[in-house]
């Protein structure tokens, strides 16, 4: 990032109401150039809403913003043309071509002759489809599909970049392949704003904002967000053999004991939360084996952003 | 488990065929699941879940093999099948303008239950998805959590025997996640066989068995931990302040198979024969990072055993 950050988005007080429900309530951010930040929540938290005011397609009720320089309410014109959008509902036209749909938006961003060529090329290439441009749309495999979602929304080089929920329903190779480029892009110096539900993904953000009932609760860096919000030692403990059976004996045995805070299945695993006396090595697998849980294998971990979004949703 | 195993199957697939044009989408695909157990179907985006998950339910006709639920052959059981399956696809459509209770009611109503057996039903469906308190809201109002937790409610209102998911908490938040895992369990748990398709990889592990999908073929089976533990790859954690410039630089490195940013790290994947030259060049490149080994996840095995199959 640049030693002099450049705001390329600044929200004050954004506020939404829809009749009497308040959808985003005096919200307030940066977003700095060249930065990747992640905007996370439970569904209905505001983080939509929140984009939409921000791509100039919806008009606060209170507040303002400037995205790339102007005014969401007074240019929202002028935002649309300096931003590109991509959704879950991949925007695309599943019976045209991988190169129609790119014409389509060429079109759409007013580009022609060679700049509008070159672009289409480059389009293809970022998205991994030079050689399949002919191909429908729909046949292509839903990761290619996104990738060429986002290809599409960068075709006038817009300076900054909004993903709703890009990856659901996306497999995890193909979701490192997207991340890939988004990390690529943030160092070419566009400014991405993402939602997602996937935690992993929320880790690779510069900054995290988190929505809980339309309000900004925590706004840090991934590492901030944990210091803050889940303080205290976090440990791995697996059942090895065990399975689903082993983990959930291992959460009722976690049950009432003292010294810990709190615990979370983890694929296999179980997240525990402990003070410092039960961090020890050995410590807490023989208070488990006290309780009849023999076979525990119990290794420090970091505690994740799904720690920290847990504990500030749940709360 | 075991006289779970034994019984007869919820669902079963033998030797499922299925071409569209020239691409074969599934091939020679074989899978018993059983009353009370839980199955993850997992692989690439493209893979065949869709296709396979649509012939089980029968709303697909094999072009070899048969797909059979609760005994009966899927494609040809009519209504028979309809009786002991709860189906849940990917957009899965409520009536938006009617509330909680009239969309269930409408299910109920096309399931031919009874009324007193709709009522039981009803109150023991709302319990356990914790939606009693919101049966008068309309389902276009309710969170996409909620929503799902309901479009489950009405699939399981006439008591099926086995219930397929599509991927159902794609677009779902982490903390509505959870709740509708430990749903699924208390599913489970009353003896329904459930088999669902998930892109989350921690989704996967706590199912009882997965199937890896790889083009239309199930390249391997088991209970996830068995998977993990025969995971052949070491894992390390590379602890890393400038994250981008350790992946650089250890991209290179000997029998580095995958290389990935991880939490506030990278992890990283050592094929087995080269971890001790893997661990010399990192001691002696003077790297100012920390490595460590982890235990290999069932995300490693799923990225691995796709990365060998291509």
């Known amino acids: 990032m640049p030693s002099e950050p450049e705001t390329v988005v600044d929200v004050r007080g954004l506020t939404r109401r829809f009749g009497a429900f308040v959808a985003v309530n005096d919200v307030s951010f940066s977003v700095t150039r060249g930065e990747i930040f992640g905007y996370l929540g439970a569904n209905g938290a505001g983080k939509s809403t929140t984009i939409r005011m921000l791509c100039g397609l919806l008009a606060p009720t209170d507040g303002r913003a400037t995205v790339a320089g ?40 007013a580009l022609s002759g060679r700049l509008r060529a070159a672009r289409m090329d480059e389009a293809l290439e970022l998205a991994g489809l030079a050689d399949r441009r002919d191909a429908l749309t729909r046949e292509l495999p839903g990761g290619l599909r996104q990738r060429l979602a986002l290809a599409s ?74 210091a803050t919000h889940v303080p205290g030692t976090m440990l791995s403990v ?57 076979t525990a294998d119990v290794e420090a971990t970091e505690a994740g952003l799904e720690d920290v979004f847990l504990a500030l949703v749940r709360r | 488990m075991s006289d779970v195993l034994t019984s007869s199957p919820a669902l079963e697939a033998r030797g499922l065929v299925r071409r ?5 989408a599934v091939s020679d695909l074989s899978l018993s699941i059983a009353p009370g157990e839980l199955y993850g179907l997992v692989g690439p ?34 209504g028979a099948l309809r009786a002991s399956l709860g189906y849940m696809p990917q957009q899965y459509s409520l009536y938006g303008d009617l509330s909680i209770d009239e969309n269930l009611r409408f299910f109920g109503d096309l399931f031919g239950l009874s009324s007193t057996n709709f009522r039981e039903r009803v109150a023991h469906l709302l319990g ?29 209102l006439h008591r099926p025997r086995a219930l397929v998911l599509d991927e159902p908490t794609n677009g779902v938040d982490p903390v509505s ?32 068995r997965v199937g890896l999908l790889q083009g239309g073929r199930l390249i391997a089976e088991d209970a996830p931990a068995a998977l993990v533990r025969a995971f052949e790859d070491l894992a390390y954690f590379v602890t890393a302040a400038d994250r981008d410039a350790a992946e650089a630089a250890l ?51 799923f990225l691995m055993r796709s990365i060998d199959a291509e």
Request: net charge neutral.
């Open chain 2, 251 to 301: 991209h290179d490195l000997p029998g580095v198979r995958a290389l990935s940013p991880h939490g506030p790290g990278l992890r990283v994947i050592v094929a087995a024969a080269d971890a001790e030259a893997f661990r010399r060049r990192f001691a002696s490149a003077d790297m100012r990072w920390h490595l460590e080994p982890t235990a290999p996840d069932f995300e490693d095995v």
């Open chain 2, 45 to 78: 985006d493209g893979a065949g879940k869709t296709t396979a998950l649509r012939l089980l339910v029968g709303l697909l006709t094999p072009d070899g093999g048969e797909a059979r639920v609760a005994g009966a052959v899927s494609h040809a059981a009519g």
């Open chain 2, 20 to 24: 569209f044009g020239r691409t074969v």
């Open chain 2, 128 to 156: 356990i998805t914790q939606l009693t308190r919101f049966r008068d809201r309309r389902a276009d109002a309710l969170s996409g959590g909620m929503y799902k937790k309901l479009a489950l409610a009405c699939a399981l």
């Open chain 2, 177 to 208: 996640r959870r709740e509708l895992w430990e749903l699924l369990y208390t599913l489970v748990d009353e003896g329904l066989a459930v088999l669902l398709a998930t892109p989350y990889m921690d989704e996967a592990a706590r199912c009882h």
């Open chain 1, 153 to 226: 929304a960068l075709l006038h080089r817009p300076p900054v970049l909004f993903l709703d929920e890009p990856t659901a329903g996306v497999d995890p190779l193909a979701r490192r392949a997207f991340w890939r480029v988004i990390r690529e892009l943030a160092r070419g110096g566009t400014t991405l704003f993402v939602t997602t539900h996937h935690l992993d993904e929320a880790e690779l953000c510069h900054r995290v904002g988190m929505m809980v009932d339309g309000r900004l609760v925590a706004l840090d860096t991934p590492a901030g967000l944990k």
């Open chain 1, 238 to 294: 697996g059942t090895g053999a065990g399975g689903e059976a082993g983990t959930r004996a291992v959460m009722a045995a976690l049950a009432g004991m003292p010294g810990v805070h709190g615990w979370q299945p983890f694929g296999l695993r179980v997240h525990v939360r402990v003070d410092p006396e039960l961090a020890g090595p050995g410590r807490l697998a023989a208070r488990l084996a006290e309780r009849g849980v023999a």
């Open chain 1, 70 to 109: 102007a005014d969401i309410a007074r240019e929202p014109g002028r935002v649309k043309r300096s931003i590109g959008y991509m959704s879950q509902k991949f925007s695309l036209y599943a019976d045209l071509t991988v190169a129609e749909n790119l014409d389509f938006y060429a079109s759409a961003y």
